[in-house]
């Protein structure tokens, strides 16, 4: 029973989104998404708010099934995770991603960080920091323009752990960050512990940013604390001037959202954000 939704078609009744039937079509159908070709990489723009200078992009996976449409990464990713196709996936999504930054250096364009999302099953897959390297030493991209971002729930669920996957990842010259912060429970003790570059603020305080003053205080928190430990700092989620006007006066550094730009493909990516650097 399909049932009329936003996009016109949805596979998926309501009764079926948490079903384990659901889960097996999903996880079945991922068995061929790549030799398929069915997904694709949209980026994001991450831009300065100094100079308004394009700095990076996040990498985020779109994936087109020519039954069930599109299905969201928050519905697949999981189902991936849990499977173990997400290793696969994720090596994928990878070279891919430094392949792109790569073309784009190679083409002459200003040279920008490239953001991939880490899953915890990649995180704590003993071989990644080595299959990273390995990317980056086949596709010729200089470590400094990958960033990988490892949510706060990952890095807190067991921060010992982490700090030593952590640091053999930046001893290669990646940088990394903390994505989604503010919804876990950092411990400030293994905070400054953790020798990341940068502090991700979740777009659910940003969002708020307007309504409510709590969120406003929360966010002003987070920035005096990455300010004290040496981190930069990007809110995600940013959808109006008012938000990014709040972000630029408490001193965020960077800023990623529809208001600066939705995700796109490669190509639409560039001619949108890469000229502009240029220019
Ligand atoms: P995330 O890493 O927190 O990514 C941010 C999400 O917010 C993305 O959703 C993005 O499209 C959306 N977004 C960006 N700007 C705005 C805005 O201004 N307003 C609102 N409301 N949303 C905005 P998306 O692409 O659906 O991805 C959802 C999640 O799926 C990601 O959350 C990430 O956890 C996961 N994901 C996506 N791609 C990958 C991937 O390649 N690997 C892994 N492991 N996870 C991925
Ligand atoms: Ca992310
Ligand atoms: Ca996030
Ligand atoms: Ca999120």
């Not at 009764?15 to 159908?29: C, F, L, P």
Request: a negative charge.
């Amino acid at each position: 029973a399909k049932q009329a939704g936003r996009n016109g078609f949805r596979f998926f009744t309501s009764e079926m989104q948490a079903s384990s039937a659901r889960v097996m079509i999903v996880e079945n159908a991922l068995r061929h998404a790549l030799e398929r070709d069915q997904f694709q990489l949209y980026f994001q723009p991450q831009v300065r708010l100094s100079d308004s200078q394009l700095v990076g992009a996040e990498v985020l996976l779109r994936w087109e099934h020519p039954e069930l449409g599109h299905v969201d990464p928050a519905d697949f990713i999981p189902i991936a995770e849990d499977s173990g196709q997400i290793l696969q996936i994720g090596e994928w999504v990878l070279r891919q991603a430094v392949r792109q930054c790569k073309a784009w250096i190679d083409k002459g364009l200003a040279p920008i960080l490239i953001a991939v999302n880490l899953s915890a099953v990649q995180f704590r897959d003993p071989r990644f920091p080595e299959l990273v390297m390995q990317v980056l030493r086949e596709e010729q991209l200089p470590p400094q323009y990958l960033e990988l971002e490892l949510t706060e729930g990952v890095a807190m669920d067991n921060p010992l752990e982490a700090i030593i996957i952590i640091n053999r990842l930046l001893a290669h010259g990646i940088s990394m960050s903390i994505d989604d912060f503010g919804t876990g429970y950092s411990s400030l003790s293994y905070l400054r512990r953790f020798d990341i570059n940068k502090l991700k603020i979740d777009q659910s305080f940003v969002c708020e940013i307007g309504a409510s003053s709590e969120n406003r205080a929360i966010i002003n928190a987070i920035l005096g604390v990455a300010k004290s430990l040496g981190l930069k700092t990007i809110a995600e989620g940013v959808e109006s001037e008012e938000q990014m006007t709040f972000l630029r006066e408490k001193g965020c550094d960077e800023v990623q959202g529809f208001f600066i730009g939705k995700p796109l493909p490669a190509e639409q990516f560039e001619e949108n954000f890469e000229r502009q650097v240029l220019s």
